[in-house]
């Protein structure tokens, strides 16, 4: 893969794949790019259309014998075009446009090749592939291209756990997105799903800037009916969101919904629930004091809806 320049060497994927690059992609992007670049690669030369500089054609040639040659699962060929187009990007070629449209040409068929996952699963990738479409358009933005490394993948974790939890987790599209359901995931099962090395105060610190990124740039795309009133909220509940996460108060809820599951109380069972997590309070009052002390907007019945949410299975499918 060559450069502009006809003299220089082609960039390697060790020379593209640096900290800097890999954290303008997303998680999922970043898990598969070195297989991506090596694959496709192989692939050009097998069906010999490694000569000269890469051109439309190529792409289309490449791409297209790409799901003939390669065992990877659906989330691969999801991160197949961004991982591509950020490569070509970095090496700034002088026909770059021309090869993003042949990437852009080519995804559907790429990507629907794959989409052989069954039900859930398939329908979760699918929502990881339009959330890292979002996050590819913000990426863009100067306020978030100017955040640092880790930051970066702050935000990005942030953005994808929220809209995979109304998505997912809600069967809700943007445009009916509404501040009770945004309050209920965010004091709810919003950390459970983030992996232990992403709870920390820097990621939290962050979250009302990513929620505020996110519903400004699907309220520009017309995909979002209450932006006003979502926006609001984020600015109401700034200190409630960048304090939520308290790893005693984690520990305390994790209890009480293990012993919750041996008393085999139904978690659907309002009534009853609360009449466990009552019983529960009162025989551990003084931890209980310790954790309701600090006012954070949380109360027990939101966090009890973690329950639900806290699957292993979704936290596993997100780290594929």
Same mark, same amino acid.
């Given at each position: 893969?060559?450069?502009?320049?006809?003299?220089?060497?082609?960039?390697?994927?060790?020379?593209?794949?640096?900290?800097?690059?890999?954290?303008?992609?997303?998680?999922?992007?970043?898990?598969?790019?070195?297989?991506?670049?090596?694959?496709?690669?192989?692939?050009?030369?097998?069906?010999?259309?490694?000569?000269?500089?890469?051109?439309?054609?190529?792409?289309?040639?490449?791409?297209?014998?790409?799901?003939?040659?390669?065992?990877?699962?659906?989330?691969?060929?999801?991160?197949?075009?961004?991982?591509?187009?950020?490569?070509?990007?970095?090496?700034?070629?002088?026909?770059?446009?021309?090869?993003?449209?042949?990437?852009?040409?080519?995804?559907?068929?790429?990507?629907?090749?794959?989409?052989?996952?069954?039900?859930?699963?398939?329908?979760?990738?699918?929502?990881?592939?339009?959330?890292?479409?979002?996050?590819?358009?913000?990426?863009?933005?100067?306020?978030?291209?100017?955040?640092?490394? /880790?930051? @970066? $993948?702050?935000?990005?974790?942030?953005? &994808? *756990?929220?809209?995979?939890? #109304?998505?997912?987790? !809600?069967?809700?599209?943007?445009?009916?997105?509404?501040?009770?359901?945004?309050?209920?995931?965010?004091?709810?099962?919003?950390?459970?799903?983030?992996?232990?090395?992403?709870?920390?105060?820097?990621?939290?610190?962050?979250?009302?800037?990513?929620?505020?990124?996110?519903?400004?740039?699907?309220?520009?795309?017309?995909?979002?009916?209450?932006? /006003?009133? @979502? $926006?609001?909220?984020?600015?109401?509940? &700034? *200190?409630?969101?960048?304090? #939520?996460?308290?790893? !005693?108060?984690?520990?305390?809820?994790?209890?009480?919904?293990?012993?919750?599951?041996?008393?085999?109380?139904?978690?659907?069972?309002?009534?009853?629930?609360?009449?466990?997590?009552?019983?529960?309070?009162?025989?551990?009052?003084?931890?209980?004091?310790?954790?309701?002390?600090?006012?954070?907007?949380?109360?027990?019945?939101?966090?009890?809806?973690?329950?639900?949410?806290?699957?292993?299975?979704?936290?596993?499918?997100?780290?594929?």
């Amino acid at each position: 893969m060559e450069r502009t320049d006809s003299t220089a060497e082609p960039m390697t994927p060790a020379e593209f794949l640096t900290p800097q690059r890999l954290a303008r992609l997303s998680a999922n992007q970043q898990k598969y790019a070195a297989a991506i670049l090596d694959d496709v690669q192989r692939v050009r030369e097998t069906v010999k259309l490694a000569k000269g500089s890469w051109t439309p054609q190529q792409v289309a040639g490449t791409l297209a014998a790409l799901p003939t040659m390669v065992d990877q699962p659906h989330l691969y060929f999801v991160a197949v075009v961004p991982v591509l187009a950020a490569y070509f990007k970095a090496q700034k070629l002088a026909n770059l446009a021309d090869l993003e449209a042949a990437l852009k040409a080519a995804r559907p068929e790429l990507v629907e090749k794959h989409g052989d996952a069954a039900g859930e699963q398939q329908a979760y990738e699918g929502v990881v592939a339009l959330v890292e479409d979002w996050v590819e358009a913000m990426v863009a933005q100067p306020d978030v291209a100017n955040l640092s490394q /880790t930051d @970066l $993948q702050h935000f990005i974790t942030i953005v &994808h *756990t929220t809209a995979e939890l #109304m998505i997912t987790g !809600k069967h809700l599209q943007p445009s009916d997105w509404d501040v009770k359901t945004l309050n209920e995931i965010m004091f709810g099962p919003f950390t459970h799903l983030l992996d232990e090395a992403d709870r920390v105060p820097a990621l939290f610190n962050l979250v009302p800037f990513a929620l505020t990124t996110l519903f400004d740039y699907l309220a520009a795309q017309s995909k979002l009916t209450h932006a /006003t009133e @979502l $926006q609001d909220w984020v600015g109401s509940h &700034h *200190t409630a969101l960048v304090t #939520m996460y308290d790893p !005693k108060l984690e520990n305390f809820f994790e209890d009480l919904t293990t012993a919750m599951q041996r008393a085999n109380v139904d978690a659907d069972d309002h009534d009853a629930v609360d009449a466990f997590t009552q019983d529960y309070l009162r025989a551990h009052p003084t931890e209980s004091r310790e954790l309701f002390t600090a006012d954070r907007q949380l109360t027990h019945k939101k966090h009890i809806k973690q329950i639900k949410y806290s699957q292993k299975k979704r936290r596993k499918r997100r780290r594929r």
